[in-house]
């Protein structure tokens, strides 16, 4: 069964240094997400892309992160410059149609600033 | 923006019993979709359930099934014959058909299963 994949499973990072977390969607599908979610807290949206832009972005997306589609097949979130508050599991998400087919998620990178 | 309430947030059952998990949830949408999604120790999140506003059936999945109250704003899960390969973190989360294609979930609930 096609899943989502997700590279690192586990980044850390000192604070101020830039990271690029690796998502790879299943094939087919054409809306990507990513959500995060700080320790005991809930999952929280950061931003949906579709054909090649962001579609949406909620109020933690702000000017420090950044999404990318480089090739056919990654879809990856970049942080410039990291806070100690950036420290959460990412998790990535794609689904074939914008509406009822379900968001399959990657399994998460957990991401540690020190 | 929408949100979801989850007000129970650590559960217990017995092996092979049931039990039920509770979601409220605030909209002015008329339709709209609800799931509930797993999250076991390994932190993958996986889609348990479904269910279409419009729909007035609840959705059953094998031993899953939910209690779906439109009015209420009500979508309880309910967990029969409990295995142990269902302890896990459990969220609740809404999806609005327009505007913004993203998932709001609750604080989730942490279903602990006792042999």
């Known amino acids: 069964e096609p899943e989502v994949t997700q590279t690192p499973s586990h980044q850390v990072t000192q604070m101020g240094q830039e990271v690029i977390l690796r998502c790879v969607p299943i094939?087919?599908?054409?809306?990507f997400y990513w959500y995060r979610q700080i320790l005991g807290q809930k999952v929280e949206f950061l931003v949906s892309?579709?054909?090649?832009?962001?579609?949406?972005k909620s109020e933690i997306f702000d000017d420090q992160f950044s999404v990318e589609r480089p090739d056919g097949s990654n879809f990856t979130l970049k942080i410039r410059s990291t806070k100690l508050e950036d420290s959460a599991m990412y998790f990535c998400?794609?689904?074939?149609?914008?509406?009822?087919?379900?968001?399959?998620f990657g399994p998460g990178t957990r991401l540690t600033v020190t | 923006a929408q949100t979801v309430t989850q007000s129970q947030p650590e559960m217990s059952v017995q092996e092979a019993e049931t039990v039920t998990l509770s979601c409220t949830y605030d909209?002015?949408?008329?339709?709209?979709?609800l799931f509930w999604y797993k999250q076991p120790p390994s932190r993958q999140m996986i889609l348990v359930i479904r269910?279409?506003?419009?729909?007035?059936q609840n959705a059953t999945e094998n031993r899953f099934s939910v209690n779906f109250q439109k009015a209420a704003k009500s979508f309880s899960l309910k967990i029969s014959d409990s295995q142990l390969g269902d302890a896990a973190m459990y969220f609740c989360a809404y999806l609005s058909p327009t505007g913004a294609n993203n998932l709001f979930f609750g604080t989730g609930t942490r279903l602990t299963v006792i042999p």
């Open positions: 998400a794609s689904s074939e149609l914008r509406e009822i087919n379900e968001q399959y």
């Open positions: 269910q279409e506003a419009y729909k007035q």
């Open positions: 909209t002015s949408e008329s339709d709209y979709y």
């Open positions: 094939s087919n599908h054409l809306y």
């Open positions: 892309f579709y054909n090649n832009e962001i579609s949406e």
